[in-house]
């Protein structure tokens, strides 16, 4: 299918260097691939947020006190 879409001249003479050097005439192949990589990379992320939703509170009540209070000596000599 055949789209318009509107790019910088500065972009667009990157893109057609770069689909030169691969021996391609145009760059619909590069924002296809780019276009790809960016959806693919969503879904992605909505499964490292899933994933670490998944592991909120885990963390034990010794290490989470650890914690805590290694954050608060942090912040007292951040000040």
Same mark, same amino acid.
């Given at each position: 299918?055949? %789209? %318009?879409? #509107?790019?910088? *001249? !500065?972009?667009?003479?990157?893109?057609?260097?770069?689909?030169? !050097?691969?021996? @391609?005439? &145009?760059?619909?192949? +590069?924002?296809?691939?780019? /276009? @790809?990589?960016?959806? !693919? &990379?969503? &879904?992605?992320? *909505? #499964?490292?947020?899933?994933?670490?939703? @998944? /592991?909120?509170?885990?963390?034990? *009540? /010794?290490?989470? *006190?650890?914690?805590? #209070?290694? /954050?608060?000596? +942090?912040?007292?000599?951040?000040?």
């Amino acid at each position: 299918m055949r %789209t %318009t879409i #509107e790019l910088p *001249d !500065s972009l667009r003479a990157r893109l057609l260097h770069l689909a030169a !050097s691969r021996g @391609e005439k &145009g760059f619909s192949n +590069l924002v296809r691939e780019a /276009v @790809e990589a960016y959806l !693919s &990379g969503l &879904g992605s992320k *909505d #499964e490292g947020r899933r994933r670490a939703a @998944e /592991v909120l509170g885990t963390l034990p *009540d /010794v290490e989470a *006190d650890h914690l805590e #209070e290694s /954050v608060r000596r +942090l912040r007292e000599r951040w000040r």
